[in-house]
């Protein structure tokens, strides 16, 4: 039995993940009690019509006792031998006012506590840790469309293995922020900067005049060469621990030449003994799986790098 948790910050699109796994043949309830995890298993199991997949959110609206115990019920689950995924919504703080502000929504622990939005907001952070401390998955959907985030929900969620870890690969621009769903980042602005010639400023790192820009100056191979040997000498005591999801950004100022550049080469050098490796550039809203080593290819960009 397959059983995917969803939890998070409110608005930062838990109904759409739900959605996205119904649409696709998930049995799915929205803001379960915690509390009744265990029983909704159980009395699956033993239904005539036998449920496989199963997908629930959980929110902050729960007591606080029920998020308490919430470790506790996911070791029991797991015991049960139930293939339980657990995959934490965040955004940023300010995008989610812009979000209430703009729909004129209240937020829920506003309602029943006198607090203002911006207090509810953290509140819920700090009432949802348990969870998110156990994460298999965080998203962060900050820069998400709906068409985006029910495509990683798709993508990443539905397809993945149990006894498989998905390793992405993220270029970013620090200018933007670091990436909310990062679990190591590289910083390459040291790096000699491409934006600087005026031909080159519009292109990005997948195109070839940034490639042999990048690649006449050994420093950038060199980091290249660390940060993989980093990532293959550590990502077996990542896999050790059981992990499902592991994300290695890389973030140059813009997002757009350096870190593009270097995420590309270090999916395609990972992708030949990691069998499920995906790459994404943020800035360039390019996401798709890497299956095996690949010639880069010319794509035009308007996006400009500071």
């Known amino acids: ?35 009744l995890l265990g029983s909704l298993v159980d009395e699956l199991r033993n239904s005539p019509t036998l449920q496989t997949s199963i997908a629930v959110s959980i929110d902050a609206r729960n007591l606080p006792h029920a998020l308490e115990r919430f470790p506790r019920l996911v070791e029991e689950l797991r015991i049960k031998q139930v ?26 622990l506003t309602r029943d506590r006198d607090m203002t939005l911006s207090e509810a907001i953290e509140t819920e952070d700090t009432t949802l840790s348990e969870i998110r401390n156990l994460a298999d998955l965080i998203i962060d959907t900050s820069r998400l469309s709906v068409h985006d ?77 660390d940060i993989t040997r980093w990532v293959e000498r550590w990502l077996p005591e990542y896999r050790d621990t059981h992990r499902s999801y592991l994300t290695v950004a890389i973030g140059c100022t813009g997002g757009q030449h350096r870190s593009v550049y270097l995420a590309e080469r270090l999916a395609q050098r990972l992708a030949q003994q990691q069998p499920d490796v995906r790459l994404r550039h943020r800035e360039l809203g390019i996401h798709t799986p890497v299956t095996a080593p690949q010639e880069m290819t010319a794509e035009p960009s308007d996006r400009k790098e500071v």
């Open 83 to 108: 293939d339980c995924q657990i995959v934490y919504l965040t955004t940023d703080a300010r995008i989610l006012i812009e979000r209430y502000s703009a729909t004129r929504r209240r937020h829920p």
């Open 1 to 35: 039995m397959q059983l995917v948790i969803i939890s998070g910050r409110s608005g930062s699109g838990k109904s759409i993940a739900l959605q996205a796994l119904e649409d696709i043949g998930y049995y799915a309830i929205d803001n379960l009690p915690a509390m």
């Open 149 to 225: 985030l029910r495509g990683r929900i798709t993508e990443q969620v539905a397809s993945h293995h149990a006894d498989r870890l998905t390793l992405t690969v993220e270029s970013f621009g620090f200018k933007g922020g670091v990436p909310l769903d990062a679990d190591i980042v590289f910083d390459a602005r040291c790096l000699p900067n491409p934006y600087w010639d005026p031909r080159l400023r519009s292109a990005t790192g997948r195109e070839p005049s940034i490639v042999a820009f990048l690649e006449q100056y050994p420093l950038v191979q060199q980091m290249l060469d």
